[in-house]
Each structure stands twice: as structure tokens, then as C-alpha cells.
Nanobody, 117 residues
Framework: QVQLVESGGGLVQPGESLRLSCAAS????????MGWYRQAPGKERELVAT???????NCTDSAKGRFTISRDNAQKTVHLQMNSLKPEDTAVYYC???????????WGQGTQVTVSS
């Protein structure tokens, strides 16, 4: 069992930055790929970026160049640094922990990010 708690969301203006954090607790976190997903109103949840325990990163095209995912294995945290935010980045951002090939897939409660002038 893994518990995930996100923080760091908020209201910002276009062009500003936010840093989301996800605190993980539970056992065997090293086997989990951690990720950030987002869901905008009326849209399906979509992948933003993932990072393995060995810090191999997978980042979607919409995030490349603006968002950076990082992981602190000792602190059991995952961060998403978001720069040059756009209104279309407005969404609820969810932290995810997935153990590939198993049923172990966990979600945080989400944190709202709103980009508006």
C-alpha cells in the first residue's frame, strides 16, 4: 500500500511558475515509477511526466521544455517544477505511483492548478 499527498497548487498568472510536491509513504517505494498526471475540466486524465527510482524520466511533448520532474528517494518525494505556465495548463494535478506489471497503482487526492490573468 502506498499513500500519496500532493501540495503546491494554486492560482498563478500566465508565465509564472509553480512547484508541485508529492509525499509518498508505504513499503518498497523503490519498485514504483512515480508520475504526475493532470485532468482539465471536461477532459480525460493525461500523463505529464514519470520518473523511475533510478531517475529515468519520461516527459510528454506538452511538458518538455517547461516542466521538470524530480525525485528524492531519501525523502520519498516527487516534485514537478512548472515554468512558463499557460492557461491551458489549468487542471487538477495528480501524483501517481505504479508498480509495472502488477495491480499496484495508487493516486493522490489531486491539487488544483489554475493559470489565469
Amino acid at each position: 500500500q502506498v499513500q500519496l499527498v500532493e501540495s503546491g497548487g494554486g492560482l498563478v498568472q500566465p508565465g509564472e511558475s509553480l512547484r508541485l510536491s508529492c509525499a509518498a509513504s508505504g513499503n518498497a517505494l523503490s519498485v514504483y515509477t512515480m508520475g504526475w498526471y493532470r485532468q482539465a475540466p471536461g477532459k480525460e486524465r493525461e500523463l505529464v511526466a514519470t520518473i523511475t527510482f533510478g531517475k529515468i524520466v519520461n516527459c510528454t511533448d506538452s511538458a518538455k521544455g517547461r516542466f521538470t520532474i524530480s525525485r528524492d528517494n531519501a525523502q520519498k518525494t516527487v516534485h514537478l517544477q512548472m515554468n512558463s505556465l499557460k492557461p491551458e495548463d489549468t487542471a487538477v494535478y495528480y501524483c501517481n505511483a505504479e508498480w509495472a506489471g502488477t495491480r499496484h497503482n495508487y493516486w493522490g487526492q489531486g491539487t488544483q492548478v489554475t493559470v489565469s490573468s
